[in-house]
């Protein structure tokens, strides 16, 4: 039978509960146990997919087409295996799942209730990723330990202990120990509330996590197990850390994989080598990049959380620590007018819907294609450099994505034959898991080295075919498509140092120990165009 994990939170929101989860379950599979987590999140939306990036962050994808929360992108990179659509949770998809159950009958009648009909979902939805080829399951229990609409997951993991076992089942709660800065002391009060609070609800914890600045004193810890009543080796105290690859070295170093094992009977040792050759890496890279990244939402720089990772873990790769710029797309024309971005070393277009900000993206699409600077397009990034080639090399003025301009002569991008019509935002995209064919030669190919490969989409609009032959004329080289040859995967300008998109998302798929090959090359272009002589240019974006 699989073990299980609950990881809780109290005090505050964000204070690294996922990460906490990913670093252990990177540490048991250290021990060759097979790890898989979930995430069970407290809001009423079925998904994180329809959420505003400013209130929720990245949407997270996997390869069957979950739409999930940023969470398990941690996961994901840290235990480095693919999750499912089943690794994450919402109350809203949990009361249709038992709503749907009423409405067939299931409950005979019965009055449904929150106990036992939504809890008994809840342990099912846990259940469910607990297969036989698990032997450890981490759920992580997302929101704070006192918020009204997390109560039914926390009756749902204290009844689960009764459900597979004493022996079976360890419970961790993430807490904050604050500086208080006139006193110059750290506040364990804040841990014992929260604790208190958890275990009004009829949870002990069997280990705590406390979150600080500074490292926490033995005599800090004590009080901690005295007034929380745990052991004194299950207070494990987890101090900012420089980065947040060396957490698992932190967490073992504070025994926080021993206690759990030894709370769940878990015998064997673990073997950090491999981990601690990630950790020397990320120590190693200090060779300067500067990428400007073109957002839309980078107020919330969550919302490219895997973006931002996927850059440092190519950073990683080549020995370079990776300086981001984030640059409002909406400002970019100005910018570009002034001549401001020709100290980059080179440029990340990620994605992103509505038409805000859009001729931004287009302007840094052309402004890296016009000065050979290093330049990869995601999914819209995709989308904005067919159209800045199509209006200023091929001769397509107007042209546009009918996403933003339904009217436009030259549709070089358009939605999928198959969603024209369609309401349901929340259903309407190519999700998940799509292969792609690449051209021999190119670039993408030789980045990968194979030329058939699968990345994950999200996205409603693509490339219109009926324009590839206009486009490829002029020099645009369409490197990758669908096995039918139908959709546009990728594409290319030969001759440029790195002028490369996808249609999908790469960055679901980068690990700290294994960067994507597009990352990876766009970072050594990048390098390498950091190291040639060049001067300040300034793009006249009225031609």
Partial sequence: MPKHIFVTGGVASSLGKGLTASSLGRLLKLRGLRVTLQKLDPYINLDPGTMNPFEHGEVFVTDDGGETDLDLGHYERFIDENLSRNSNATTGSIYQSVMAAERRGDYLGKTVQVIPHITDEIKHRVQRVAQQDVDVVITEVGGTVGDIEILPFLEAIR?????????????????????????????????????????????QPDVIV???????????????????DVERAAVINAADARNIYELPLIFH???????????????????????????????????????????????????????????????????????IEWIQSESVEGLLADGQLGHLDGIIIPGGFGHRGVEGKIAAARYARENAMPCLGICLGLQAMVIDFARNVSGLAGANSTEFDPQTKYPVIDLMLEQRGIEDKGGTMRLGAHYAVLANESQVAKAYDETVVSERHRHRYEFNDRF?????????????????NQLVEFIELPGHPFWVATQAHPEFKSRPDRPHPLFRELIAASLEHRRSPRTATSVDLTS
Avoid at 210 to 228: F, G, H, P, Y
């Fill in 159 to 203: 009844q689960f202990r009764n459900l597979v076992g004493r022996d079976n089942v360890c419970y961790i709660h993430v807490t904050l120990v604050p500086f208080i800065g006139p006193s110059g002391e750290q506040k364990t009060k804040p841990t014992q509330h929260s604790v208190t609070e958890l275990r009004s609800r009829g949870i």
């Fill in 210 to 228: 406390c979150r600080s600045e500074e490292a926490l004193s033995d005599d800090l810890k004590t009080k901690i197990s005295n007034m929380c």
């Fill in 253 to 323: 170093e504070e025994g926080l994989d021993d206690f759990v094992c030894n709370v769940l009977r878990i015998d064997g040792e673990v073997d950090l080598s491999s981990w601690q050759r990630v950790v020397d890496k990320v120590e190693a890279a200090t060779d300067p990049v500067t990428i400007g990244l073109i957002g839309k939402y980078i107020e919330l720089p969550d919302a490219y959380l895997s973006v931002v990772e996927s850059l440092k873990h190519a950073g990683f790769h080549h020995g370079a620590k990776v300086e």
């Fill in 468 to 484: 590839r032959a206009a486009l490829e004329t002029e020099g645009l080289w369409c490197s990758g498509t669908s096995p039918d």
